[in-house]
């Protein structure tokens, strides 16, 4: 019997006044809602969790692991020097260069400097990691803050890179940044 039915019948006493509902047993309240996401994992613990993916991507590749490098620069920005020392990071680490990838942020495109998945570059470098024909399976970029600055998205990222097997290589890791 509901509570309306009970108070219609004279089994549950009127709320008392200034009072729209009577109060929930304390059996009977929800869980507290927490106030705040779940605390980001440290710097450290991100650099082992890449290095870990990207130990398992080259494990399921082979001897070669072919990458895209990836670069994101600002209007009237040179991506030379970030994809220059991407590539001598893929020649020191032994990866296969397949293509670079360039994204311009224009100067109002806050969105999608956060959100990597916003920007075109990015998403065809997702494409190519997901496309079981295209032979990529991981890309190479300068900094975390290429792919995003911001901490949840980019740990996002990484799940996203460990759920697929594909690689996540970083010139300047998380704590250098």
Same mark, same amino acid.
């Given at each position: 019997?509901?509570?309306?039915?009970?108070?219609?019948?004279?089994?549950?006493?009127?709320?008392?006044?200034?009072?729209?509902?009577?109060?929930?047993?304390?059996?009977?309240?929800?869980?507290?809602?927490?106030?705040?996401?779940?605390?980001?994992?440290?710097?450290?613990?991100?650099?082992?969790?890449?290095?870990?993916?990207?130990?398992?991507?080259?494990?399921?590749?082979?001897?070669?692991?072919?990458?895209?490098?990836? %670069?994101?620069? #600002?209007?009237?920005?040179? =991506?030379?020097?970030? &994809?220059?020392? /991407?590539?001598?990071?893929?020649? +020191?680490? !032994?990866?296969?260069?397949?293509?670079?990838?360039?994204?311009?942020?224009?100067?109002?495109?806050?969105?999608?400097?956060?959100?990597?998945?916003?920007?075109?570059?990015?998403?065809?470098?997702?494409?190519?990691?997901?496309?079981?024909?295209?032979?990529?399976?991981?890309?190479? %970029?300068?900094? #975390?803050?290429?792919?995003? =600055?911001?901490?949840? &998205?980019?740990? /996002?990222?990484?799940?996203?890179? +460990?759920? !697929?097997?594909?690689?996540?290589?970083?010139?300047?890791?998380?704590?250098?940044?």
């Amino acid at each position: 019997m509901s509570t309306l039915t009970r108070r219609q019948a004279g089994l549950v006493p009127p709320p008392p006044a200034g009072r729209a509902l009577s109060p929930r047993a304390p059996e009977l309240r929800p869980d507290p809602v927490p106030d705040a996401a779940p605390p980001l994992k440290d710097p450290r613990a991100l650099a082992a969790w890449r290095a870990t993916i990207n130990r398992t991507a080259l494990a399921r590749s082979g001897e070669n692991l072919s990458v895209v490098l990836y %670069a994101l620069i #600002r209007p009237g920005g040179d =991506p030379h020097d970030d &994809l220059a020392a /991407a590539r001598s990071y893929a020649q +020191a680490e !032994r990866l296969l260069v397949v293509d670079q990838i360039v994204d311009t942020l224009g100067y109002n495109d806050q969105a999608c400097e956060d959100d990597p998945t916003r920007r075109r570059g990015y998403a065809r470098a997702l494409h190519l990691l997901g496309d079981l024909s295209s032979p990529v399976r991981g890309f190479v %970029a300068v900094s #975390r803050t290429a792919v995003t =600055p911001d901490g949840r &998205l980019y740990e /996002a990222q990484l799940a996203l890179h +460990a759920a !697929r097997g594909t690689a996540l290589h970083l010139v300047r890791g998380e704590t250098g940044i």
